[in-house]
């Protein structure tokens, strides 16, 4: 029952491989994903429109320098009666609608550089928003070209297992045959029947990991992974010569370190902020008022005004000195983390660096693990079927290790291409411009 079912398993999988070969129309490139991922991503559409709520900013800022105009305008009704005068005689009644218009214009002199800091920090806050959306940029680039290139890795050691199953299922085959014309014995054929055995369980594995990795695919590019997907490396990557430029790139472009200096930046101007509010401030105000039936002896009443203003504050209850410590504090931390932060860009940019160069070594290596594994099977298992002195369990280990080398092989792809992209990330040069 259990044999019946793996082969149904592999029979679906045989026609799935077919139709890819006649269908390739379907298939897209790992760039078409990092983009549909790009357009799909809430966090990344989150960021975005972050972005544009922090660069109001500039604007808010830039209106502490601009005049201040207001317009006011009010209708009073009264109407008075039963007035009487000293002598309680009756007076006539009186009904009086009076009307009220106002222009005022406030200018802010001088505000002890509290609008120039913030000015300076708003244009700083933009620029590290726009950090902090390329660092999630690159986290959903960096996410689709892993998920792309490791289904690529899964599906091909799916198929690396099914063709052990089906090669080990001629083998028993062969076996049986042989061990009735008495060729090999009976523990031979028990040799060939376990190791088919554990190359059911290792397809079932492999499959299990295959399905995993096409969830992890439509979980990260948002769409359904598809039936065909090409072993392709049509992505630039755009790599430094060596560690020393690498550790440069970082330190200039690395988006966590930028977001960090940043920080430190902003932090400056917060304590230039809190400093102004203790320093005087000078304001102008200009202000023309008219009022029509104001009074019962004044008909039409128009008032212009221009005064100045100075005020310096001194204490608020320990308010304001409070809020510099505070500033001073919030600087400090900022400074601090900046340099954990610089020495964190520095380790994982020489650790992407060693990643890259090992992984480029294994790739190398697999590569001619599996050249070799391939030859030795190969002879070996000649050498078994014209009855040499090869045993059946030689010929399972070579066939065994051929199979381990090519999943080790398609495993050193993965990582040495994902290690390429790990480095741009790291160096901060990881972006859909520059992929192309």
Do not use: C
């Not at 026609?15 to 269908?23: A, C, D, E, R």
């Not at 014209?386 to 070579?398: A, F």
């Amino acid at each position: 029952m259990e044999l019946n079912f793996i082969k149904m398993r592999k029979t679906i999988i045989i026609i799935i491989t077919f139709f890819s070969f006649i269908n390739k129309s379907y298939a897209n490139g790992i760039y078409f994903y990092i983009e549909t991922a790009f357009e799909n991503n809430p966090k990344l559409k989150a960021e975005r429109e972050n972005l544009k709520s922090i660069k109001e900013n500039i604007n808010i800022s830039r209106s502490e320098f601009l005049p201040s105009v207001t317009v006011t305008g009010s209708q009073d009704s009264k109407h008075s009666t039963k007035r009487t005068d000293q002598t309680g005689s009756k007076l006539s009644d009186i009904s009086r609608n009076t009307t009220k218009r106002s222009l005022s214009v406030d200018q802010k002199i001088f505000q002890g550089f509290e609008g120039l800091n913030s000015m300076k920090k708003s244009k700083l806050e933009v620029e590290q928003a726009n950090f902090k959306l390329r660092k999630i940029e690159q986290e959903i680039i960096l996410e689709s070209i892993s998920a792309y290139y490791d289904l690529i890795y899964k599906t091909k050691k799916r198929d690396f297992n099914f063709a052990n199953v089906d090669l080990l299922e001629r083998q028993v085959e062969s076996a049986r045959a042989r061990l009735q014309r008495g060729e090999i014995t009976l523990a031979d054929l028990a040799q060939s029947e376990s190791s088919l055995a554990g190359a059911n369980a290792d397809f079932i594995e492999a499959e299990n990991e295959f399905l995993s990795s096409e969830t992890d695919f439509e979980r990260v590019i948002r769409v359904s992974a598809p039936k065909i997907i090409e072993d392709e490396s049509s992505l630039k990557a755009n790599l430094p010569k060596n560690l020393e430029e690498a550790l440069k790139l970082s330190e200039k472009n690395n988006p966590d370190l930028m977001i960090a200096k940043l920080s430190s930046e902003i932090s400056k101007r917060e304590v230039n902020i809190e400093r102004a509010k203790l320093s005087p401030s000078a304001s102008l105000n200009y202000s023309l008022s008219k009022s029509e039936d104001f009074s019962s002896t004044v008909d039409d009443i128009e008032e212009e005004s221009v005064k100045a203003t100075v005020t310096w504050p001194i204490i608020k209850g320990g308010e304001n000195y409070a809020s510099l410590k505070k500033s001073k504090f919030k600087r400090e931390k900022n400074d601090l983390i900046l340099q954990d932060t610089a020495n964190l860009v520095k380790s994982s940019t020489t650790n992407a660096w060693s990643l890259y160069q090992s992984a480029e070594s294994v790739l190398k290596a697999t590569e001619s693990q599996v050249k070799a594994a391939e030859i030795a099977n190969e002879g070996i298992t000649l050498e078994y079927e014209s009855g040499n002195t090869r045993t059946t369990l030689e010929v399972i280990q070579s066939r065994s290790e051929l199979l381990n080398a090519q999943i080790n092989n398609a495993k050193a792809e993965r990582d040495f291409i994902t290690s390429k992209f790990k480095l741009m990330s790291s160096v901060g040069g990881l972006s859909l411009t520059n992929l192309k």
